[in-house]
């Protein structure tokens, strides 16, 4: 099912004010990465990154482009496991969130 266009910008505008849902996103992640839900994990950190650092700002870090980091978190990209979790950790410094 298809999110909504005003649920989407709900959650986009929640998470650019709301710390403590990035942080239980970001958890949430670690959580459907460990299940194998790599699909979900990569959705998840594509919508923390456009809604907190930004891609430029994040792809230093990972040694990439941020046009890289960007293809590599679009929604039709076959991103390995391990790339998702390097993301997640980098994402997670960006924010000054402990890794778990």
Do not use: C, W, Y
């Not at 709900?10 to 990465?33: C, F, H, K, P, V």
């Not at 891609?55 to 039709?76: I, N, Q, R, W, Y």
């Amino acid at each position: 099912m298809e999110l909504t266009q005003d649920f989407e910008v709900g959650i986009n505008e929640r998470i650019q004010r709301d710390r403590a849902l990035s942080e239980a996103l970001l958890g949430e992640i670690d959580e459907t990465l460990a299940e194998g839900e790599d699909s979900v994990a990569q959705e998840l950190l594509r919508m923390l990154v456009v809604n907190t650092v930004g891609f430029a700002a994040l792809s230093p870090s990972l040694s990439m482009t941020g046009d890289e980091l960007k293809t590599a978190l679009a929604h039709d990209a076959q991103t390995n496991p391990a790339s998702l979790s390097d993301i997640a950790s980098a994402l997670k410094l960006a924010l000054g969130v402990s890794a778990s």
